[in-house]
């Protein structure tokens, strides 16, 4: 059974950092290509940045460039979001979840299956 497990999210000050964690179960992370996610009250679930099954591929949303990065830890089976300068509109649960392939509408999230149950994140002075 695939199963994912999203930690470290919390209460930031803008400008400040937090380093999100998925932790994998139930398969490895050369199997699946691995996204992250976000959600934020009243708006509609949004795509963030995903890694390939290979790990030689990582993709960002232009919100989010040159802010986050996603990496892997074979070992651990976990996957990290690391967010740096954070803004207020930053504010969001945020979710990673699965996928085969990493395809081009994949800010959608359609092609993800198998979802974990989300950190908070809030970035507030």
């Known amino acids: 059974q695939l199963q994912l497990v999203e930690s470290g999210g919390g209460l930031v000050q803008p400008g400040g950092s937090l380093r999100l964690s998925c932790a994998a179960s139930?398969?490895?992370?050369?199997?699946?290509?691995i996204g992250w996610f976000r959600q934020a009250p009243g708006k509609e679930r949004e795509g963030v940045s995903c890694i390939s099954s290979s790990g030689g591929f990582t993709y960002y949303a232009d919100s989010v460039k040159g802010r986050f990065t996603i990496s892997r830890d074979i070992a651990k089976n976990t996957v990290f979001l690391q967010m740096n300068s954070l803004k207020p509109e930053d504010t969001a649960v945020y979710y990673c979840?699965?996928?085969?392939?990493?395809?081009?509408?994949?800010?959608?999230?359609?092609?993800?299956?198998?979802w974990g149950q989300g950190t908070q994140v809030t970035v507030s002075s």
């Open positions: 139930g398969f490895t992370l050369d199997s699946y290509a």
């Open positions: 979840a699965t996928a085969p392939l990493i395809t081009p509408q994949w800010t959608n999230g359609v092609d993800f299956g198998s």
